[in-house]
């Protein structure tokens, strides 16, 4: 009976940790976005990984960014945002609208919660 109790307490830690992480995670791509929109760049290299943050400039972040604008409009909002796991690493993909159609934008994050890499995956009109 004891254990049965102690199995049910660590599941829902478990459970509520588990949620807790996403939701650190979908603020992470919130975060990112909206610094992008706003042309805040500098402030998105905080959101890496520390190792992987020396290796990425945020001149880089600019340019792709201002290429996406440049051929779908400015940012409107963030339309859906859905997370999934593949082996050690949560994967969100994000679909952002912009005036002239959407973009779809994959975020990776290890086992620990680090963004370890965005890719814009794709745009449509």
């Known amino acids: ?3 049965t109790i102690l199995t049910a307490i660590f599941s829902l830690a478990l459970f509520f940790n588990s949620n ?3 939701v650190v995670k979908e603020k992470t ?3 990112y976005i909206e610094y ?8 998105i290299i905080g959101l890496y ?18 290429t996406t604008e440049n051929n779908s409009g400015k940012f ?3 339309k859906e945002m859905k997370t999934t796991k593949d082996g050690k690493f949560d994967i ?3 679909i952002c609208q912009f005036e002239k159609g959407t973009c779809q934008f994959t975020f990776i994050f290890d086992e620990e919660g680090n963004l370890k890499s965005v890719v814009k995956s794709y745009c449509a009109k």
């Open 1 to 3: 009976m004891k254990a």
């Open 20 to 22: 807790a992480n996403l």
């Open 29 to 31: 791509v919130v975060n």
């Open 36 to 43: 992008c929109a706003k042309g805040e760049f500098d402030k």
């Open 49 to 66: 990984d520390a190792d992987l943050a020396t290796f990425i400039a945020p001149e880089e972040i600019k340019t792709t960014w201002n």
């Open 76 to 78: 409107i909002s963030i």
């Open 92 to 94: 969100s993909q994000v």
